[in-house]
């Protein structure tokens, strides 16, 4: 097995609060690990370390063989994010032009990003607006584009903070086959999500964080077993609910 995930210790401290307390999990090439938590636990800032927007208070991590603390440049070349809520896409440039734009910040050639463009219009079947200003377009339409654009690099990592929060049925089956993809072509992903439906459809192993710790992880039937056949929603409420 390779793990393109490693964390050691990842710790952020926002003065008294201890956001992400001492995170230890790996994540093997192919896998979909789900971080699940009440509001307020931890799984944003855990992520937005991984993912190079705000430094580890003390601890590190591993990303496809680069040290995150040492070598961010190196780590956010093998990542992708895609983070919930707002697409993040410039509204006077068209989607093309976003997902360019991103591109070169990833230090892709011209040549190659072309390309590449065209391969992701074809597969997302963007072809009808790929040259429209992005600033009209439908949530789904945007989603697309956002999709396209955290992998016009070919990350081997993909990090996705509440990819489905606040869309419709058919958006959120998109993000589904989407992310089943990235895991069919070998990629290693890292999902926080508040719906146990979810996690259990696409997570290989999850880990439940609590007040910034990982108090349980493994396979769902797993924690199953550890926890005499409960339901992952009981389970959930057990270990990290808020009466603890
Ligand atoms: N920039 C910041 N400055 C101060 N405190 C912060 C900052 N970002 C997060 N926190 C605090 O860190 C803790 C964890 O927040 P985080 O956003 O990681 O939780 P979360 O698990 O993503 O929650 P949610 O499910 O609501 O998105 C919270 O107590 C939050 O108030
Ligand atoms: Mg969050």
Known sequence: MITLIETINLTKR????????????????GEIFGLLGENGAGKTTSLRMLATMLQPSSGNAVLAGYDLVKEPKKVRSCIGILFGG????YDRLTAAENIAYFGRLNNMEESHLKERISELTEVFGMGEYIQRKAG?????????VAFARSIVHNPDIMLFDEPTSGLDVSAIRNVHEFILDCKSQGKSII?????????EKLCDRIGIIHK????????IAQLQEQHQGKSLEDIFIELAGDHK
């Not at 009209?136 to 697309?144: E, L, N, P, T, V």
């Open 14 to 29: 926002f003065s008294e609060i201890t956001a992400v307390d001492d995170l230890n999990i790996k994540v093997e090439k």
């Open 86 to 89: 707002d697409s993040g896409l």
């Open 136 to 144: 009209k377009f439908s949530k789904g339409m945007k989603q697309k």
């Open 191 to 199: 999902l926080s999500s508040h719906t146990m439906s979810e996690v």
């Open 212 to 219: 910034g710790k990982l108090v349980a992880q493994g396979s």
